[in-house]
C-alpha cells in the first residue's frame, strides 16, 4: 500500500496568511493526488484533483503543485473560512489512500 | 442536483451485523463506480471498498476483508454495504463517495454523502 505521510498534523495561521501543507508518498504516483477541505461534522470537500487542477466552484486562492513523491497544497490569502482540516489522497493505486490530516486553526 | 444519501447506521454490539445503503440521484449512477469510505472518531479517511459499475468486480480493505461485502442495484441507484462480525474499531461514520470520472476505477471523489454513524459497543 502506498503511504502518505502528511504535515504538519496541525497549523495556526491568521487571515491573510499563506500557507503551505505538504503530503510525501511513499512511492512515485505521478501526480494522481487529490485535496479535500473538511469542515466538523460535514463530509470532505474535493478541491483540487490530478495535483493542480482546481474542482469547479473552489476559490483560486487554493493550489496545488508537485510531481514524483512530495505535494503541496498552498492556500494564499487565508479567508475565515478556510479554516478547518485538510487531507490529501493518492488515487495511483488500489487501496486508495490519504493523509492522516491538517487541522488549519486561527 | 447530485445527491448521496446515506442510512442505515446504528448501535450494535461487537460481533453484531449491519447494512448500510447509499441513495444516489442526479447522475447516470450505473456509470459509476462507487466506494465507501470511513472516518473513525477524530481520526483521517480510510477507504473501506468499491464496487465496479456493473457490479461484477469488488475490492476491499484488508481490515474488513472477509467481513464486509459491497454491492450494488443500478435499478434503484443504490449502494450497500454489509457489515458483519462487527468490530469496536469498526465504529466510524461511513461515506459512499463518486469518482469525478464516469468508469473510473481510481479517481478523485467529488461527490460525497454526509455519512451514516455506525457505533460498535457493548
Known amino acids: 500500500d502506498i503511504q502518505m505521510t502528511q504535515s504538519p498534523s496541525s497549523l495556526s495561521s491568521s487571515v491573510g496568511d499563506r500557507v503551505t501543507i505538504t503530503c510525501r508518498a511513499s512511492?512515485?504516483?505521478?501526480?494522481?493526488i487529490a485535496w479535500y477541505q473538511q469542515k466538523a461534522g460535514q463530509a470532505p470537500k474535493l478541491l483540487l484533483y490530478?495535483?493542480?487542477r482546481l474542482e469547479s466552484g473552489v476559490p483560486s486562492r487554493f493550489s496545488g503543485s508537485g510531481s514524483g513523491t512530495d505535494y503541496t497544497l498552498t492556500i494564499t490569502r487565508l479567508q475565515p473560512e478556510d479554516f478547518a482540516t485538510y487531507y490529501c489522497?493518492?488515487?495511483?493505486?488500489?487501496?486508495?489512500?490519504f493523509g492522516q490530516g491538517t487541522k488549519l486553526e486561527i | 442536483q447530485v445527491q448521496l444519501v446515506e442510512s442505515g447506521g446504528d448501535l450494535v454490539k461487537p460481533g453484531g451485523s449491519l447494512r448500510l445503503a447509499c441513495a444516489a440521484s442526479g447522475f447516470t449512477f450505473r456509470e459509476y463506480y462507487m466506494s465507501w469510505i470511513r472516518q473513525a472518531p477524530g481520526k483521517g479517511l480510510e477507504w473501506v471498498a468499491f464496487i465496479s459499475s456493473s457490479g461484477s468486480t469488488m475490492s476491499y480493505a484488508d481490515s474488513v476483508k472477509g467481513r464486509f461485502t459491497i454491492s450494488r442495484d443500478n435499478a434503484k441507484t443504490s449502494l450497500h454495504l454489509q457489515m458483519n462480525s462487527l468490530r469496536a474499531e469498526d465504529t466510524a461514520v461511513y461515506y459512499c463517495?463518486?469518482?469525478?470520472?464516469?468508469?473510473?476505477?481510481?479517481?478523485?471523489?467529488?461527490?460525497w454523502g454526509r455519512g451514516t454513524v455506525v457505533t460498535v459497543s457493548s
Open positions: 489522497h493518492q488515487y495511483y493505486s488500489s487501496p486508495q489512500t
Open positions: 490530478a495535483t493542480s
Open positions: 463517495a463518486r469518482p469525478k470520472i464516469d468508469y473510473a476505477l481510481l479517481d478523485a471523489f467529488d461527490i
Open positions: 512511492q512515485d504516483i505521478s501526480k494522481s
